[in-house]
């Protein structure tokens, strides 16, 4: 069954080539798309089924026709039967998922376990009630089943990426950034996954993390490709380029954010070293005193205010 995705091959080293912007780092339950749920299909009793009527008109000359019509019919009864069943089946699975998600997003999670498990008793394998029971447990702190539950995703449908990147943001958060790393890398190689900026964007800041400097620039110009208008790859971009020395670049990459993007703490902070740099106090004074005014409780806040006390005579 063709399920919209499409592998591209080599992208281990991203050259030459996750709760909607949020990076590896933030909620999984932002990643999850969330229709409205059907409730009338779950507690119907479902149509019955159609009878079939056979007509036997000359029943003494055509009981060989007669005998294969109703076979016939018996047959088409039968496969309708069976092809409805799994349709209502098929309904019942997917509200029971969107009603746990939408109770899980609502902070009721026993109404929502209570749902992803009639949805895992209808099928055992589906990887999105499976991706549903996940996350309740990560919220619930229970890791152990957490991750039982992430392992049956990969496993039941490799090409969920959705269940994917939640495991990564999951490993991230137990700290095992090479495991997410992985998971990120497959999960990027998803074409038509809706939210693929998001991905290389986590994929950048984990190789950032495990000293992967190339991989990291590389994944943050791929989400510039894909969508020049998204801020956040320009600030990392240009911690990077800064930590390297190349100022001009970093400076740019600076720029590019601000045009897109309301100040924050670390870029703030960024613009304060870079202006001081490139020998501007009045930058210096006015990054200062907007990180300091903006974002006074920040850990860049206080970073510039040691940083102004070493530099004090």
């Excluded at 490799?158 to 990120?184: E, H, I, K, M, S």
């Excluded at 989400?223 to 930590?243: C, D, H, Q, R, T």
Aim: with cysteine.
């Amino acid at each position: 069954m063709f399920n919209g995705r499409k592998k591209v091959n080599g992208l281990k080293s991203l050259t030459g080539k996750g709760w909607a912007k949020t990076s590896v780092f933030g909620t999984g339950l932002a990643n999850l798309s969330l229709a409205k749920p059907n409730v009338g299909a779950i507690y119907s009793t479902g149509s019955l089924l159609r009878s079939m009527i056979i007509v036997v008109t000359t029943l003494a000359v055509l009981t060989g026709c007669t005998t294969t019509t109703t076979s016939t019919s018996r047959t088409l009864t039968s496969s309708n039967s069976s092809s409805s069943q799994k349709d209502r089946s098929q309904a019942a699975l997917e509200d029971y998922i969107q009603l746990g998600v939408a109770y899980l997003q609502q902070g009721n999670r026993e109404q929502a376990q209570g749902n992803f498990k009639r949805a895992l008793d209808i099928d055992g394998r589906s990887a999105a009630a499976h991706n549903g029971m996940a996350l309740l447990y990560q919220l619930n702190r229970e890791f152990e089943l957490a991750e039982k539950h992430y392992k049956n995703v990969i496993n039941y449908d490799p090409d969920f990426t959705r269940g994917r990147n939640n495991y990564a943001v999951f490993l991230v958060r137990q700290n095992r950034l090479d495991d997410a790393y992985q998971q990120l890398l497959i999960a990027a190689e998803d074409l038509y996954y809706p939210r693929r900026t998001q991905i290389f964007l986590s994929l950048g800041e984990v190789a950032s993390a495990l000293g992967k400097k190339s991989e990291a620039l590389a994944a943050w110009e791929r989400v510039i490709g894909l969508n020049p208008k998204i801020a956040m790859p320009y600030l990392s971009l240009s911690e990077e380029y800064f930590k390297e020395g190349d100022y001009p670049k970093a400076k740019t990459y600076l720029d590019q954010f601000e045009r897109l993007a309301k100040p924050s703490a670390r870029s703030l902070w960024l613009a304060v070293r870079l202006e001081d740099t490139f020998g501007n106090e009045d930058g210096v004074s006015s990054k200062g005193l907007a990180l300091k005014n903006l974002f006074p409780y920040s850990e860049q806040a206080l970073a510039y205010k040691d940083w102004l006390q070493q530099k004090s005579p």
